[in-house]
């Protein structure tokens, strides 16, 4: 599996896949990429309160990251997610426009992808 770039990845989306996937990996990995990503703690800072190495700190972000997008990229949970809220949210605006056969249709469509 390749590993990702650290730099391309949106923290949002990070967060996303660990709540969806972050029960697949081992917890001590689940617990750094959320101490890294959801708690913003740098490398150095999750090292020093988990009494290990910088390095070993990274590699086990870089690790879990690249298992994340493996899962997203196998099951597209997020997607399907990221998916469904904007059926939602277009279907709300749609009926506040008084659009109700189109908000209808929008609807549909949610229903089609659950």
Known sequence: MSVPDLK?????????????YGPLLTPHTQHIL??????????AEIAENL????????????RG??????????????????????CITKAIHLLERGEVRNAQNCLMELKNLL
Do not use: P
């Open 8 to 20: 391309n990845l949106s923290r949002t989306d990070v967060c996303l896949w660990l709540d969806f």
């Open 51 to 62: 009494g290990i190495s910088r390095q070993a700190v990274h590699d086990r972000i870089r």
């Open 34 to 43: 959320d101490l890294h990503f959801a708690e913003d703690m740098s490398l």
């Open 65 to 86: 990251l690249s298992n994340l997008v493996g899962y997203e990229k196998k099951m597209g949970l997020v997607q399907d997610f990221n998916r469904q809220k904007q």
